[in-house]
DNA sequence: CTGAAAGCGCTAACAA
DNA sequence: TTGTTAGCGCTTTCAG
């Protein structure tokens, strides 16, 4: 590997003269001559010179590098969230670098392992609160900023980037109304998430505000991906006789929604003519699947983006210790064919 | 942040020591004594010492980190490829550092980028052959081994990691004419998708080997997701009299089947009664369909690992230049409900 | 405008 | 068993 020692030898000039070139540094006004600055340059390009990044961090104390935390790889979520992150990073010259929570017991050696790599901040992608209790620590000690997305958990003090379900869940429900909706069903994610347990409460408030009662049950926790546990609590909903049973489902997610238009089926029932459905979060495959599914769109990449860009902040500033706060970016109502009018009553 | 040095001084012993300490080396035999071990131990993790990986790279000159370059962030299977990556990383102690290539135009700058932080090796994600070019020949010159996952690319002289398409096709083949259809239509991606081809070109052998006839009228290209384009070329594929309709749609890909079940149901067919679709990859969406797709899985996350694997091995040798295989990894055929033998004819 | 020199935090012989 | 010393590749004053 080629340095910039080699380089400034085989140009003939000193390897701070080198160093201010490549970085193309202006130290008060105009410091290397441009003869010397080509020379320098064209020696570098002939040698197929490559800065070593990892020295001029050293050296600096300045890594241009970002930590991204997540205990669950493969989400399609979290993978939103990282191309925003990447596409901010981009555009600031900075790195990602992933580290997998594999299991919440090793939060705090992933984080010193983060920190190992010096770098300028961290951002947290829907951790427990246990372990961003943990995490928050460690990153304190060592003043490097980090800002969580996505999991809104309220009492954590560092700044968090979450997508407005306030908005989400009302927008949706506003939807079903004003398709002249009376009995929507709530269909959960598991009974320990807390962001099904915040659509739901949202859910319930919505209710109230458009003048519909709220059905206990009619609300049910379901999982995020076993398709028994969804028709085991969708089917019974959908037995009702006509009069009792909902006309449209308000799904927590959009696999559930999935799950559920199936459950349907199975019982005889057509979506959307006999009853709407809904998801959340637009997941890729929410235009796909048929009936496409009306769901309310999270701007993940957006939330990425805006979390470096906080981060940075945080990192530009000293006092990156101790500032708090929830910025709730907007979603949208995507409509598709899933909801409809339940005007067959 | 607190260095080495810190903790050498406080412990009363030098430098050295507490870096073989906190190494955990034993350079021939025991050569630190458990007393000032213990001590030293105990006073790094009193000042809360974290060590400097960064400084530790440019004293080695080895880095225990891997470039991930891919042309797609989002894809799901990208990210699939990048969990196992993950996995096996954490077990060798290394980590990821992926890097976009939003733009085949920049390649060359992302590898120097890449190489930049002098990985160790570096894992390439389904780059288009010219892409995967300036990849290679800059990482030769640098004499940093990579290895390409996914998509197959014969001419190029790196190790890769791929898919069994041969096996694949033949599986799903295999499924259909044992399920007595004998008009399978085959609807690839995009004319300019090399998978698709390579599937496409496969399919042909696989119907020639089971004696069934290879029809052109019946394969046709579309796209990864465009709706209407695939809508396009089935559609009128289903609206044949039954006696020239194809009896199974081998899609080449789980949306595309998806797709195309939407686009029977229009056309007035059931799936899988009046049509047998199958998808192939085994999206995460795969089995949420309605009916739950037909699909060859393909092991994302072996191939990630084989990847780092393979990548690994060669960092280790000098030698890791020339090398050139294709190494397969097998697929598996899981059958779900939306095929089902044309018991109607 | 350019060079010499002193680090950055850590490792790795080699002495002691 | 431990300390001394000389780097790793780069940045950054401060003189020349």
New binding site residues.
């Given amino acids: 590997?080629i340095?910039?020692?080699d380089v400034a030898k085989q140009a003939?000039?000193?390897?701070?003269?080198v160093?201010?070139v490549?970085?193309n540094?202006h130290?008060r006004?105009?410091?290397?001559?441009p003869?010397?600055?080509e020379r320098v340059l064209h020696v570098a390009r002939e040698m197929g010179y490559t800065?070593?990044s990892l020295?001029?961090a050293?050296?600096?104390?300045k890594n241009r590098v970002l930590g991204f935390i997540k205990d669950d790889l493969a989400a399609e979520l979290a993978m939103r969230i990282m191309v925003g992150a990447q596409q901010e990073c981009e555009i600031a010259d900075y790195l990602i670098k992933p580290f997998q929570l594999s299991h919440p017991a090793i939060a705090s050696d992933l984080v010193r392992k983060c920190l190992g790599q010096r770098v300028a901040g961290i951002i947290v992608v829907n951790l427990p609160d246990d372990a961003l209790a943990i995490v928050l620590h460690e990153a304190k000690t060592a003043e490097v900023p980090v800002v969580m997305v996505d999991s809104p958990s309220p009492n954590a003090s560092c700044i968090q980037i979450t997508s407005d379900a306030e908005q989400g869940v009302r927008l949706m429900c506003g939807h079903l109304v004003e398709q002249g909706h009376k009995r929507i069903a709530f269909i959960g994610g598991p009974a320990d998430s807390v962001v099904s347990q915040e659509r739901k409460r949202i859910f319930r408030d919505a209710c109230l505000e458009y003048g519909l009662d709220i059905r206990e049950d009619m609300i049910v926790d379901t999982s995020w991906g076993e398709t028994d546990i969804v028709k085991a609590a969708v089917a019974p909903l959908l037995a009702r006789p006509v009069e009792h049973r909902p006309t449209a489902l308000f799904c927590a997610g959009d696999a559930i929604a999935m799950m559920s238009v199936k459950t349907a089926r199975r019982c005889g029932l057509r979506v959307p003519k006999d009853v709407s459905v809904t998801g959340y979060s637009n997941a890729s495959y929410a235009y796909l699947c048929d009936p496409a599914l009306t769901t309310v769109a999270q701007d993940f990449v957006e939330m990425g983006r805006i979390a470096v860009r906080h981060v940075l902040a945080l990192a530009a500033d000293k006092d990156c210790a101790a500032k708090s706060a929830i910025v709730k970016v907007p979603t949208s109502l995507v409509v598709r064919e899933s909801t409809w009018g339940p005007d067959w009553v």
Same sequence: chains 1, 2.
């Fill in positions: 590997m340095t910039l020692d003939g000039v000193s390897t701070s003269t160093s201010i490549v970085n540094r130290v006004g105009v410091s290397v001559s003869a010397t600055r800065p070593n020295a001029r050293v050296a600096t104390g």
